[in-house]
């Protein structure tokens, strides 16, 4: 059974940061991508950053330039790298892993950017 255990949400001021991390155990095999999703409230699940086996990233308009996406291949790691947080950055930030079976999601870790 495949687990995605995310960690290093929280509560940060304005222009702050956080690291998020999202670590995959069980049979988890032919990774193709990891990455992240958030969600805030009363909006869509939107895609904020992945990163492919081979190290190819992609990141949402909104988080260029501020967030970084990373991943430790052998530990199955994915890792999210937020600076210069604003308010509208606040969510539940989910971890996926697309495999080539089928994608496997975490269970979300909230971050609250605030004064």
């Known amino acids: 059974q495949v687990q995605l255990v995310e960690s290093g949400g929280g509560l940060v001021q304005p222009g702050g940061s956080l690291r998020l991390s999202c670590a995959a155990s069980g049979s988890i095999f032919s990774i193709i991508a990891m990455g992240w999703y958030r969600q805030a409230p009363g909006k869509q699940r939107e895609l904020v950053a992945t990163?492919?086996?081979?190290?190819?990233?992609n990141y949402s308009d909104s988080v260029k330039g501020r967030f970084t996406v990373s991943r430790h291949n052998a530990k199955n790691t994915v890792y999210l790298q937020m600076n210069s947080l604003k308010p509208e950055d606040t969510a539940v930030y989910y971890c996926k892993v697309a495999t080539s079976i089928r994608d496997y999601w975490g269970q979300g870790t909230q971050v609250t950017v605030s004064s």
């Open positions: 990163i492919t086996s081979g190290d190819i990233t």
